[in-house]
Nanobody, 114 residues
Framework: QVQLVESGGGLVQAGGSLRLSCAAS????????MAWYRQAPGKQREFVAT???????NYADSVKGRFTISRDNAKNTVYLQMNSLKPEDTAVYYC????????WGQGTQVTVSS
């Protein structure tokens, strides 16, 4: 079993920055992709960014140029650096880790005020 602990969410003004972290622990043999998703009130969960085991990244169009995903394999941790935040980025952010199975974090709230 794999446990994911997220941190770094909070309240920030538009134009500000936040850095999310998601640390994986437990029965980890090999982590493949690591990703971030988000879910705004009344909306479906949507893809934000992903990073492969080799470091290849992919982003949703809505965050390209503003968000950066990275990972520290030694720490089994994935990060999401969020710059130039907008009110529409307000959501609960979830990390997702793929090993032999797929695991989700508990979510961390990000609120961007206008």
């Amino acid at each position: 079993q794999v446990q994911l602990v997220e941190s770094g969410g909070g309240l920030v003004q538009a134009g500000g920055s936040l850095r999310l972290s998601c640390a994986a622990s437990g029965s980890i043999y090999s982590i493949n992709s690591m990703a971030w998703y988000r879910q705004a009130p009344g909306k479906q969960r949507e893809f934000v960014a992903t990073i492969s085991s080799g470091g290849s990244t992919n982003y949703a169009d809505s965050v390209k140029g503003r968000f950066t995903i990275s990972r520290d394999n030694a720490k089994n941790t994935v990060y999401l650096q969020m710059n130039s935040l907008k009110p529409e980025d307000t959501a609960v952010y979830y990390c997702r880790v793929t090993t032999l199975k797929l695991y989700w974090g508990q979510g961390t709230q990000v609120t961007v005020s206008s």
